[in-house]
C-alpha cells in the first residue's frame, strides 16, 4: 500500500527576540553598590539579610539598595514598576543587581 | 524575577538572578526569549518553602552567594540567534505516521494524533478570513514569537478544526495577545488552563454543545478548539512541559473543551448573557478567553426558591473559591466563573433574580478567615502577605482591615461584577459547576468574532459539501 506523502509547515512564529550584547561584569565586588529586585515571596525576607551579611563580610564596603526602593517587580503594579526601573536603578547609582527568587 | 533582570541589563546594570533548583530551565529559557541566553542566574539549592531556616541559612551562605559572586563577576559571552524557516518553508516530508512522529520529536505536538499541517490545508483555513497571512495578532510570550493569521491556521489544522472555524480561532489568539492577559504567566506553577467561554449565534452555526456534558470532549468544534488554544500556547508562546522547561505547572490540568452558553435559555429567562454582561451585544459572536484552576465538584441545588439554590452555591462554589483567595487579595484581582444549569436558573429567575442578583449575593455571602487567608499565603510562599500593607497600597478595600482577629472573615471575592454567570449544562438536572480563577493571571479577555464578508455564501458551500458527504 502507498501512503500519502504530506509536505508540511512549520507550527511556530517568528522569533522577535534581538541578541542584547552583555556589558562587562565587575571584576571585585568590593565599594559597589547593589541594587535589590524583589516581589516579596519565597522566603525572601529571610535569604535576602543572610545575602547581604555574607557579602558584606567578603568585600569591604558594599552597599545595598533594598528592594522597596524600586517597587514590587511582580506585584500589582509591576508594569509601572518596570517601566520605572531603569531610571531608579541609575539614580540609585546601582553598580550591580541581585534579583529573586524566582521559584 | 528574569524580566526584570534583562530590563537592568538592558540598562547596562550586570545582574544576578535567584532561581530555585526546579525553575532553571524555565528562568534559561525566559532570558533566551529576551535575547540574552547567557544571563546570569544563581542557584537556590532544593524547595525553599520545605526548608528548615538551619537548612535555608547553611544553602545561602555555602551556595547561593558563591553563586551569586559567580555571576556577577565571570566574563560573559553574548548569545548567538539562529536561523529559523520561513512561514511557508516545507520543514518535512513523510506520510502520516512520519509527520507526527517528526512533530512529536521537535516537542509541536500535544501527543495526539495531528492533522499535517500542509499549504494546501493552510490555504482552506485562510479562505475563512478576510485578514492577510502575514498580519501580525500580537507577541506571545514567554517565546516572545509573533503570532499571526498564518500560524493561527496552522495550528487549527494541525489541532483537527474545520476551516470555518477560523474566524473562531482568530479572535482567541487576539484574546491571549492582549498584554493584560498575562500569558507569560501561563507557565505558572498553579498550572491554571484556559477557558474559552462562546456567546452569539455562532454557538448553534458550528454546531457547538451546550447541553449536558458540555465540558467534555465529544462535539468536534467544543473539542478541536479547546485543543488548538493548548496547542498555539506550546508552539507560539512556546509552553512546554517536561521535557520542556517553561510551563511549570506543577501538576497543571487536562485541556479545557470550549463552554458554550446556552442562548436560548438565556432569552427565556430574560437574563443577559455572559457576553452582554461583558458590554456586547446578544447578536454579537465573542469569545471570551480567562483562566480556568479547576472546577467544583457538581454542585447538586435543589429546591423551588431562589435562595434555596444560592445557599448551596455560596457553600460549594464560595467554598472552593474561598481556598484560593489569598492570591486574588495579593493582587485585588479574582475572576471566578460559575456555570448554572438551564433547569436551576429558571428557578432562580421565577423568583426575580438576574444574574446580577446572584453575583452580588455571592460577593456578600462567601467569607474567609484572615487565619486561612494566611496560611495558604504562606505555604504557596507568599511570605510577605499582609492584608494591612494591601489596604494600604489600595490594593483592597478596608473590609479585609476591620480589625487585627486572625479569626475575622472577609470577602472571598473581589468584586461582585467579576465573578462570571454562565448558563449552561443539561436542562435536565439541577447540576451546575464552578470554575476556580487565578486573580490577574488570565483575566477574562473578550474579543467580537469578525466573519469574512462572504461568510454566508462560504458557509453555505461547507454546508452543502458536508450533506453531499
Known amino acids: 500500500m502507498s501512503e500519502p506523502v504530506y509536505k508540511v509547515v512549520w507550527p511556530l512564529g517568528k522569533s522577535t527576540y534581538q541578541i542584547v550584547s552583555m556589558k562587562p561584569r565587575i571584576a571585585d565586588l568590593a565599594g559597589k553598590t547593589i541594587g535589590e529586585l524583589s516581589h516579596g515571596g519565597f522566603r525572601d525576607q529571610e535569604i535576602r539579610p543572610i545575602v547581604e551579611e555574607v557579602l558584606a563580610k567578603q568585600f569591604p564596603g558594599i552597599k545595598f539598595i533594598d528592594h522597596t526602593a524600586f517597587g514590587n517587580i511582580h506585584g500589582r503594579n509591576e508594569t509601572e514598576a518596570i517601566a520605572a526601573l531603569p531610571e531608579n536603578l541609575h539614580r540609585h547609582g546601582v553598580d550591580a543587581v541581585i534579583s529573586g527568587i524566582g521559584s | ?469
Open chain 2, 1 to 469: 524575577m528574569v524580566r526584570a533582570s534583562a530590563i537592568a541589563e538592558k540598562a547596562g546594570i550586570p545582574t544576578a538572578t535567584i532561581v530555585a533548583t526546579g525553575f532553571l530551565g524555565q528562568a534559561k529559557a525566559t532570558a533566551k526569549a529576551l535575547g540574552m541566553a547567557n544571563l546570569g542566574i544563581a542557584e537556590y539549592p532544593g524547595i525553599i518553602m520545605n526548608q528548615s531556616k538551619e537548612e535555608l541559612r547553611k544553602n545561602v551562605e555555602e551556595v547561593l552567594v558563591k553563586n551569586i559572586i559567580q555571576v556577577l563577576t565571570k566574563p560573559v559571552e553574548n548569545a548567538v540567534k539562529v536561523n529559523e524557516p520561513g512561514r511557508a518553508d516545507i520543514i518535512f516530508e513523510g506520510t502520516l505516521d512520519e509527520v507526527n512522529e517528526y512533530f512529536i520529536q521537535k516537542q509541536w505536538s500535544d501527543g495526539l494524533p495531528i492533522i499535517p499541517p500542509t499549504v494546501e490545508r493552510v490555504q482552506l483555513f485562510l479562505g475563512f478570513t478576510d485578514r492577510k497571512p502575514d498580519d501580525l495578532i500580537g507577541i506571545l510570550a514567554p517565546a516572545n514569537r509573533e503570532a499571526t493569521v498564518w500560524s493561527v491556521a496552522v495550528n487549527g489544522v494541525m489541532a483537527g478544526c474545520r476551516p470555518e472555524y477560523m474566524p473562531v480561532l482568530i479572535a482567541i489568539v487576539e484574546a491571549i495577545a492582549e498584554p493584560d492577559f498575562h500569558l507569560r504567566d501561563a507557565g505558572a506553577t498553579p498550572g491554571w488552563e484556559p477557558l474559552i467561554v462562546l456567546n452569539g449565534p455562532i454557538v448553534k452555526e458550528l454546531d457547538f454543545n451546550y447541553e449536558s456534558g458540555v465540558l467534555r470532549a465529544g462535539r468536534q468544534a467544543n473539542t478541536s478548539i479547546g485543543r488548538f488554544i493548548r496547542l498555539y500556547m506550546r508552539n507560539v508562546a512556546g509552553l512546554l512541559i517536561a521535557p520542556g522547561s517553561t510551563d511549570k505547572g506543577s501538576i497543571g490540568l487536562g485541556l479545557n473543551v470550549v463552554l458554550a452558553e446556552n442562548e436560548d435559555a438565556v432569552s427565556e429567562l430574560g437574563w443577559e448573557s455572559f457576553s452582554s454582561q461583558r458590554g456586547f451585544n446578544r447578536d454579537d459572536n465573542v469569545v471570551t478567553v480567562q483562566s480556568a484552576l479547576s472546577t467544583t465538584i457538581p454542585i447538586y441545588s435543589a429546591g423551588d426558591t431562589a435562595l434555596d439554590h444560592m445557599d448551596t452555591f455560596v457553600e460549594v462554589f464560595g467554598g472552593t473559591c474561598a481556598f484560593w483567595s489569598h492570591t486574588a487579595v495579593r493582587k485585588g484581582k479574582y475572576f471566578p466563573l460559575l456555570i448554572i444549569s438551564p433547569g436551576v436558573a429558571k428557578v432562580i429567575a421565577r423568583d426575580g433574580w438576574t444574574k446580577k442578583d446572584i453575583q452580588q449575593h455571592l460577593f456578600e455571602h462567601t467569607k474567609v478567615s484572615v487565619r486561612a487567608l494566611e496560611k495558604h499565603a504562606w505555604q504557596i510562599g507568599f511570605s510577605e502577605f499582609d492584608l494591612h500593607a494591601l489596604v494600604e497600597k489600595g490594593i483592597i478595600s478596608k473590609a479585609y482591615s476591620q480589625s487585627h482577629d486572625p479569626d475575622r472573615l472577609v470577602p472571598a471575592f473581589i468584586r461582585p461584577e467579576w465573578i462570571g454567570i454562565v448558563v449552561s449544562g443539561d436542562p435536565g438536572r439541577n447540576q451546575s459547576k464552578g470554575f476556580v480563577q487565578n486573580h490577574d493571571q488570565a483575566p477574562p479577555i473578550s474579543k467580537k468574532i469578525v466573519l469574512p464578508s462572504d461568510w454566508k455564501k462560504l458557509f453555505e458551500g461547507v454546508k452543502k459539501t458536508n450533506a453531499e458527504d
